[in-house]
């Protein structure tokens, strides 16, 4: 009796930690392809990614007066059509381009993560409806200098 116990234990601790990597997985997935999508050009992974309420907003560094200031907001609409020139114009970034995603916190619904792009870092928040992983917010920084 007492192996079945452990062995139901184990297996409940397993399938815990199992949702936590799915959850994981899922939300590097939805900030990779919101990564690929700019990078690509591709609108079917940026519109897989972001949820219509997507609010975007970052700052650049002035070159003139060094001083980093808000580059406005970017919403779902704009996001779409900047990745159709991006394909369109085949402003594709370089093949070594920066590419990375960091998970940094996953709650029930909501997560956290950071993007290393080639424009600077995304500091996004994601929510999970229908186990589906969506991008809300995004703030980012142009790279530093």
Do not use: H
């Not at 779409?80 to 995603?101: G, L, S, W």
């Not at 995304?122 to 530093?144: A, C, F, R, T």
């Amino acid at each position: 009796m007492k192996k079945i116990n452990v062995l139901l234990v184990a297996c409940l601790f397993m399938c815990g930690l199992q949702a936590q990597t799915t959850d994981k997985e899922k939300i590097e997935r939805a900030c990779m392809d919101y990564l690929e999508g700019f990078y690509e050009g591709d609108t079917a992974k940026i519109i897989r990614s972001i949820k219509p309420t997507l609010y975007k907003s970052g700052y650049w560094k002035n070159d003139k007066s060094g001083i980093y200031e808000n580059d406005g907001l970017m919403s779902y609409r704009q996001a779409i059509d900047y990745t159709k020139r991006v394909f369109e114009k085949k402003n594709f970034p370089k093949p070594d381009a920066p590419k990375k995603v960091e998970v940094l916190d996953i709650l029930n619904s909501i997560a956290a993560a950071k993007v290393t792009a080639w424009w600077g870092f995304d500091y996004i928040l994601l929510s999970k409806q229908n186990d589906q992983w969506m991008i809300e917010q995004v703030l980012w920084e142009g790279p530093l200098k």
